[in-house]
């Protein structure tokens, strides 16, 4: 088969959770199938930096750059082409798979993006679903599955689930790793940790209030913020000044994966109550490190975390404010979590969703 794979959204090699599952499926993948042709596609508007194009050291894996219209040569070669990253060309009218990780746009208010990105999105969502665009959907949960259902006119037996992996460098790691890289980023007491967007639609305005009333008993843990500054990060910033959580609230930037590791295994937890998740891969990433799990009780966490998390209603400041300080100050409940988590995250194999992807392609072909 010759399968051409949209790529776009790792160019700008700060991957979060569509860069990580694009980056980790295709090289498994290329591990596992030496035989189809794949042509790694990116959009030239993405195109901002050489360096970050994704190099296969393999003869079935080539480049290439695609713009709106898609080459009707380069068509023609395909037998399947994969958006990956809830998008295809609009041009494109042969074979085609599309996986969608979330529709926050089409379902979410003004917490989730701009008008204009939703806007856009929704559109995108309605050619590819209510006009049929996509031949199969590839969703990365039963959640997105069931949203998509419900608020498409998209049939159901074109849908398949494919879960995320968690990659093996996400294990519990030495006191030494962990020593290291808090003291690389100046953090000199225990911590809660949060993964993720500065967004939102990570609910952190509310994660900053349970976070302020909980530090008002307990003056030893701190909350560090990982992430790129997303949608709505001046809110999330002047929230932090508001509650006078300046000395207690440190926000990190984007991390590279093998110092989150680290970042993890120190945790007290890692917070994660999100409002809206298609997935949830830090809360599992946690769980692989031994790190226990805070997270919503709402969209796609309680099906991926498995009753191995701690399980909050983000809409409610106290609970979350409550369940801070029981993490804290049990450590029989933050032992059951860690053993729990680790246990759950080993079902999570991105080589599983590699040949699970596989199949999908050879069934959507030979069909």
């Excluded at 796609?300 to 498995?306: H, Q, V």
Aim: proline share 2%.
């Amino acid at each position: 088969m010759n399968i051409g794979l949209d790529v776009s959204p790792i160019a700008d090699g700060n991957w979060t959770g569509v860069g990580n599952y694009i980056i980790n499926l295709i090289n498994d993948i290329s591990k596992i199938d030496k035989e189809n042709k794949y042509y790694l596609c990116y959009r030239f508007s993405h195109i901002k930096n050489k360096a970050q194009i994704l190099k296969i050291d393999q003869d079935n894996f080539r480049t290439k750059i695609i713009q709106e219209p898609l080459n009707f040569i380069f068509q023609l070669k395909l037998d399947i082409f994969h958006g990956m990253a809830d998008r295809l060309p609009w041009s494109y009218r042969s074979r085609n798979i599309v996986t969608i990780h979330d529709i926050g746009a089409a379902v979410l208010g003004d917490n989730y993006a701009s008008k204009h990105f939703k806007e856009m999105m929704i559109k995108r969502y309605d050619n590819m679903l209510n006009k049929k665009q996509a031949d199969l959907v590839i969703t990365v949960s039963e959640f997105t599955k069931r949203e998509i259902l419900n608020n498409f006119a998209y049939p159901e037996e074109k849908i398949r689930v494919i879960y995320h992996g968690v990659r093996k460098m996400f294990s519990p790691q030495s006191e030494q790793n962990i020593r290291i890289t808090k003291e690389k980023y100046g953090i000199n007491s225990d911590y809660f940790l949060y993964v993720g967007a500065i967004n939102l639609r990570k609910n952190i305005l509310r994660i900053l209030e349970a976070f302020k009333i909980f530090s008002e008993n307990n003056k030893m843990a701190n909350l560090v913020l990982t992430g790129n500054l997303s949608y709505g990060h001046q809110e999330i910033l002047d929230k932090i000044y508001k509650l006078k959580l300046e000395s207690r609230v440190k926000l990190i930037g984007y991390m590279k994966n093998e110092e989150l590791a680290s970042l993890y295994s120190g945790a007290k937890a890692l917070i994660f109550a999100s409002l809206y998740e298609g997935f949830g891969l830090p809360a599992i990433e946690a769980m692989a490190c031994g790190t226990p799990v805070l997270t919503s009780n709402m969209s796609s966490m309680p099906e991926i975390t498995g009753g191995a998390a701690c399980m909050v209603d983000p809409l409610d400041v106290s609970d979350i404010a409550k369940n801070l300080s029981v993490l804290a100050e049990d450590d029989n409940l933050r032992k059951m979590l860690s053993e729990k988590g680790l246990e759950r995250a080993r079902i999570f194999s991105w080589e599983k969703a590699a040949r699970e992807t596989l199949k999908v392609y050879n069934e959507f072909v030979n069909r």
